[in-house]
C-alpha cells in the first residue's frame, strides 16, 4: 500500500488524496506501527501516562492495546495527551538546552501509522537533493555530495540554521502545506490535534502549543 501511495503521489504531483484515514486505523498498519514504536530508541521512556512501551510485551497486552487504539480511532474518540517536556544539553552550543516533548505510549502509536501513511506522499515532494530527516538518508550522504563536487571545481559551502525552528512552526501554515496533498479532514484534524496537544512540563503544569512541534515524537524529526 506504501508502494501504491508514493507512486500514485509521483504520477500525479497534483493529487489530493481523500481516503486516508481509513489506512491509519488499518491492524496491519498499527501492527507495523506498533513494532517501530518498540524498536524506537525511546521505547524505554515513559509520557505523561507513565507507560513505558517497551513494557507492553506480552502478546495479549500488545492486542488489547493495539484493539482499544483502533476502536477509539475508528470512533473518532481518540484524543492526544500533553506531551511531557524534557530537556537535555544541546550539543556543541555552550551549555544550551534542548527541548523535547515525550508522547504517551498510544500517541506514539499513532504518530507512527500516521507517518507510514503520510512519509510515501510527501518524500514524492522532495529534490534529490534532500537530506534532511527522510528514510534511507542522512547527513553523511551530504557530506560525500560536498566532496563530490569538491572534485569538480566548487570551493564554497554555505552553512545556514533556522533558530528555533521547530519552536516556531506556524500550525496554519503547516496544516496549509499538507492540505495540498490530503484531502482527508480526519487526517487534518489528527495531524492538528497533535500540534495542539499541549506540553507538561516537569513541575505538572501543562502549557498550550499555539505554535511549533516538540522534538521528541515519531513524527518529528529526531534530536542528533
Not at 512519509?119 to 553523511?140: D, L, N, Q, T, W
Not at 563536487?149 to 503547516?174: M, P, Q, R
Request: glycine share 8%; aromatic share 8%; hydrophobic share 40%.
Amino acid at each position: 500500500m506504501q508502494t501504491k501511495l508514493h507512486q500514485w503521489a509521483v504520477d500525479d504531483p497534483d493529487r489530493k488524496f481523500d481516503d486516508l484515514y481509513n489506512l491509519v486505523h488499518h491492524p496491519d498498519f498499527l501492527t507495523v506501527a506498533w513494532e517501530r514504536v518498540r524498536g524506537n530508541k525511546g521505547a524505554r521512556t515513559a509520557g505523561v501516562d507513565r507507560v513505558i512501551p517497551a513494557f507492553i510485551a506480552d502478546d495479549a497486552d500488545i492486542v488489547a492495546f493495539l484493539k482499544d487504539a483502533r476502536e477509539q480511532l475508528k470512533a473518532r474518540t481518540f484524543t492526544p495527551l500533553p506531551v511531557r517536556e524534557r530537556m537535555i544539553p544541546k550539543p556543541g552550543s555552550g551549555g544550551k538546552l534542548r527541548r523535547l516533548g515525550i508522547p504517551t505510549a498510544m500517541d506514539r502509536l499513532v504518530q507512527a501509522a500516521l507517518v507510514l501513511v503520510l512519509e510515501p506522499i510527501f518524500e514524492a515532494s522532495f529534490k534529490p537533493v534532500s537530506y534532511g530527516f527522510r528514510p534511507e538518508r542522512r547527513a553523511h550522504d551530504a557530506i560525500a555530495e560536498v566532496h563530490h563536487f569538491g572534485t569538480k571545481g566548487y570551493h564554497w559551502v554555505l552553512d545556514a540554521d533556522i533558530e528555533a525552528c521547530f519552536d516556531n512552526i506556524a500550525h496554519s501554515a503547516l496544516l496549509e502545506r499538507m492540505r495540498r496533498r490530503v484531502g482527508d479532514k480526519r487526517v487534518l484534524a489528527l495531524v492538528k490535534a497533535f500540534l495542539k496537544a499541549g506540553i507538561m512540563s516537569a513541575d505538572g503544569e501543562t502549557r498550550d502549543t499555539n505554535t511549533g512541534t516538540p522534538q521528541g515524537g515519531i513524527v518529528t524529526p529526531p534530536t542528533q
